[in-house]
């Protein structure tokens, strides 16, 4: 099987990372703009990173037979930053046309303060008018009125729910957010937000429709693999092929090919015999796996 | 406006399905008639969704005024929007061009980038972006260090011997096919060889196979000590090295280099293009 990653910051990854992610069947990813960790003090570094996710990042990736792209924004944590988050407006629409541009995001909240507010708002009339998808990133704390907030503030501003996935849901937002018609995005992360044991019973509830599974792999300990393992174990535990083609690659594809540059044909061009090697890798490996212990699976 | 730039546009414009080129004139104007970058950096960001991305189609009438102009230039490596980006290019005043176009590379995609130094050339005031068709041959990717050093004539004529001599390092460091950058021979240089030679060595001390395109730019250094190692090796090298080894000798004056390959019936019937084509196809 062939899969998207549609969240995931390769740009804290290795090549041991890029090989994996390869060999187990990846084609695709999408690299969200966010923050690094250490908060940036000048707009200059902004202009550095998302240069870098317009150029030697994705093709970094290339050399992997990877197609990779990316989303841009101004991510929620540094929007409070308000002096230097206007001068990232300001450099935002410089790149929001480059051609591996498939969304705006991952924008939203964190705090939930007033500036996040405000540069969330900016952010969505920005997408409106370039025509581009949302990927909004729904806050740690608070996560339940963080993440209908923003479902309230997007239908304000008027945007079509089927032009936004809302990431890193968990059972609780799950149903309110596929309710309101947006694309329910998952991540699979150990410790902090779901673990795929998780996953699986959500698509055995909730069934394929809108619901996209990602790694969110980034700086901390998380897992690029996230999606090639949660698919194998959804099969291992009796989800359809068609419901695990859908969540792990499909419905990433129809959301963000919406921006008019993202299409399966991208990715046409690389080498297919690695995508197969997967059935034999032995991370991946368990089709017979004892319950509850498959290599398949991320605690959480 | 200069003749390049008109040739240019006029080109351009045949080769556009008539929406398409609706869109082009119209965006062409608004930067020829503005004094700020705004128009400019929209027009060239939305070319590709405007025009496609076709490989480029052109007869031979075209190919030879496109020569003249731009030295090097072959369709099999320009896609329309990479033309039309260019055109964009051309199409700024030179009181703004410097500005805008640096800038742009400063926020450019990969593909802005191939255009962008693919298009330098064209400019009237070409050599003014010196500096930055320099800072493309450091990047790392490929694409990009194509679009400096093959196929296009811009190294030939402005680079300095240092710059130019990067060029041809990196291009056989990175296995590029070196037969593709305009002006090889013209500006070849005792300090490259020199270089070259010593690359050679380093390579076959490491056990690793030298790039046969090296021996045309090495030729002039064989000697009597070359030819030993070469000789001792020579057994271990592929098909396309061997006939590198003879071109490199039927062009040399050296005797003993000439009578041991007719004792060892040691020929090639390829030029040097064509060595460097079969490698191309090859890798």
């Known amino acids: ?300 | 406006m200069t003749n390049t730039s008109e040739y240019l546009h006029q080109f351009i414009s045949i080769q556009l399905s008539p929406q398409a080129n609706e869109w082009f004139e119209k965006k062409y104007a608004e930067v020829q008639s503005s004094t700020t970058s705004r128009a400019f950096f929209l027009a060239f960001g939305m070319t590709p969704k405007k025009t496609g991305t076709e490989k480029l189609q052109v007869d031979k009438n075209s190919l030879s005024e496109l020569l003249k102009t731009y030295p090097g230039f072959n369709s099999n490596y320009w896609t329309i929007d990479q033309l039309c980006r260019v055109g964009l290019m051309s199409a700024i005043s030179t009181e703004y061009n410097h500005q805008w176009i640096t800038q742009l590379f400063s926020t450019a995609d990969m593909n802005e980038q191939v255009a962008l130094y693919k298009g330098l050339f064209f400019l009237e005031n070409a050599k003014d972006f010196t500096e930055q068709a320099i800072e493309g041959v450091r990047t790392n990717m490929q694409p990009v260090f194509d679009a400096v050093a093959l196929n296009n004539p811009f190294p030939k004529n402005y680079f300095s011997e240092g710059a130019w001599n990067q060029v041809v390092l990196k291009a056989i460091f990175m296995n590029r096919p070196i037969y593709r950058i305009v002006g090889l021979e013209e500006r070849n240089n005792e300090s490259l060889t020199s270089t070259l030679i010593d690359f050679a060595h380093e390579r076959w001390v490491a056990g690793r196979q030298v790039v046969p395109e090296l021996w045309r730019l090495a030729k002039e250094r064989l000697d009597s000590d070359l030819l030993t190692e070469i000789i001792e090796k020579f057994e271990t090298f592929d098909s396309l090295e061997q006939e590198a080894i003879a071109l490199m000798i039927q062009e040399t004056e050296l005797a003993e280099a000439k009578d041991w390959a007719a004792q060892n019936n040691i020929t090639t019937n390829k030029s040097w293009d064509e060595l460097g084509q079969a490698l191309e196809n090859q890798n």
């Not at chain 1, 570094?45 to 290339?62: H, I, M, N, P, T």
């Not at chain 1, 329910?184 to 959500?202: C, Q, S």
Request: glycine share 6%; with cysteine; proline share 4%.
């Open chain 1, 1 to 300: 099987m062939r899969f998207i990653d549609p969240h995931i910051h390769m740009t804290s990854r290795t090549t041991d990372d890029y090989q994996a992610m390869r060999k187990a069947g990846i084609v695709a990813i999408i690299e969200p703009a966010f923050w690094l960790g250490q908060p940036r003090t000048e707009a200059g570094a902004f202009k550095d990173y998302f240069s870098s996710l317009v150029g030697w990042e994705q093709f970094r990736s290339s050399q992997f037979g990877i197609k990779h792209y990316c989303t841009m924004g101004l991510n929620s944590k540094e929007a409070n930053n308000v002096p230097l988050a206007e001068q990232v407006m300001e450099l935002l629409p410089q790149y929001v046309h480059k051609e591996n541009v498939v969304a705006i995001g991952e924008i939203g909240y964190d705090d939930q303060t007033e500036a996040e507010d405000r540069f969330f708002r900016e952010q969505i009339e920005l997408a409106k008018e370039v025509e581009l998808p949302i990927l909004v990133h729904t806050p740690h704390r608070d996560k339940k009125k963080g993440t209908y907030r923003s479902m309230d503030v997007l239908e304000e501003h008027g945007v079509d729910p089927s032009m936004v996935v809302i990431d890193h849901n968990n059972e609780e937002t799950c149903k309110e957010v596929l309710d309101r018609g947006y694309w329910t995005a998952f991540t699979i992360y150990p410790n902090t937000k779901m673990g795929n044991l998780r996953m699986v019973e959500v698509v055995k509830q909730y069934g394929s429709e809108r619901i996209i599974v990602d790694s969110s792999a980034d700086w901390g300990v998380s897992d690029p693999l996230s999606v090639p393992k949660t698919a194998h174990l959804m099969l291992e535990k009796g989800i359809s092929k068609e419901d695990v083609h859908k969540t792990c690659y499909q419905n990433a594809l129809e959301v963000y090919s919406k921006s008019g540059n993202m299409k399966e044909s991208d990715w046409e061009d690389y080498s297919i015999d690695q995508a197969d090697l997967h059935e034999g890798n032995s991370v991946l490996r368990g089709q017979t796996p004892k319950q509850g212990s498959s290599d398949n699976i991320v605690a959480n």
